[in-house]
């Protein structure tokens, strides 16, 4: 008896793509099944309950106040509309529903000048925050990941000179 070794080949390969087809739709589907970061922060009303505490400090944090430009932007801006965006910003990048609508981060940011140790003073508050409401190390992680990226348009370089 002789083996036709192309159909065995064929025959090999379609059982090794099931195979590995059933494994990436297993592995999707566990995937798809683990809750969002949004999910796991409780949704909207947990996150605005973070976000307005977190405001709250920042708005008396002394190494903010010293900043003129931000003293100004908040005289501007409402401190509910601020926590708003904030929380629909917190929402949509942790895979909720929520749609950000405000302005880039470097635009809104750029005439503040912020400097590293604002942007320091800023962290230690958010992690405080995060403390204060039990948020689990691991969503404080991806939370503080999620911020960091937004340092670069955020902090003023340090080719910057001044304060306007």
Known sequence: MRIDLSRVSTAVLATVMVVMAGTATHTARA?????????RLGGAYSIATV???FIERLSVNAT???????????????KAGLKF?????VCEVS?????????AMKESHQHLNITQAEW?????????TLNK?????R??????????STRNDIVRSSSSVGRQ
């Not at 320091?120 to 405080?128: G, I, P, S, Y």
Request: glycine content about 6%; proline content about 8%; hydrophobic content about 35%.
């Open 139 to 148: 969503e404080q992680q991806e939370l503080i990941t999620i911020v960091g």
């Open 133 to 137: 409401f039990k948020v689990p190390q």
């Open 85 to 89: 965006h904030v929380t629909a910003m």
């Open 51 to 53: 976000v307005d505490d």
């Open 64 to 78: 903010l106040n010293a900043n003129p430009a931000i003293n100004e932007a908040r005289k501007r801006v409402p």
């Open 95 to 103: 895979g909720g529903p929520c749609k950000y609508t405000g302005r």
């Open 120 to 128: 320091d003073a800023m962290v230690v508050d958010f992690k405080a």
């Open 31 to 39: 995937q798809a099944t683990q809750p969002s970061l949004y999910e």
